[in-house]
């Protein structure tokens, strides 16, 4: 069984700092993408960073420039550096990975339970 555990979220003022990381657990070999989504009350989840096994990034226009995605492959854990945080950056971050080889299976949308970031002005 694979399961994704994200922290480091937390409460801090505009301007401030946070990281994230997820760590990715179970008998896995490999994975192809791991990303962030977040959803703030009321929106749909949306796409923060993505990152690929061998390196590509895409970064949501809004977080361009502010955050940095990172992976370590060894420790199968995703990090999400977040720097200048706004008040519209506040929502639930979760963890997603996909293509997720375990054995011969490879899984697709497995996701973390989420970890709240909350950005005061």
């Known amino acids: 069984q694979v399961q994704l555990v994200e922290s480091g979220g937390g409460l801090v003022q505009a301007g401030g700092s946070l990281r994230l990381s997820c760590a990715a657990s179970?008998?896995?070999?490999?994975?192809?993408?791991m990303g962030w989504y977040r959803q703030a009350p009321g929106k749909q989840r949306e796409l923060v960073a993505t990152?690929?096994?061998?390196?590509?990034?895409n970064y949501a226009g809004s977080v361009k420039g502010r955050f940095t995605i990172s992976r370590d492959n060894a420790k199968n854990t995703l990090y999400l550096q977040m720097n200048s945080l706004k008040p519209e950056d506040t929502a639930v971050y979760y963890c997603?990975?996909?293509?997720?080889?375990?054995?011969?299976?490879?899984?697709?949308?497995?996701w973390g339970q989420g970890t709240q970031v909350t950005v005061s002005s």
């Open positions: 990152l690929s096994a061998v390196g590509t990034t």
């Open positions: 179970g008998s896995i070999r490999s994975i192809d993408f």
């Open positions: 997603n990975a996909q293509g997720v080889l375990v054995g011969v299976f490879k899984l697709n949308n497995v």
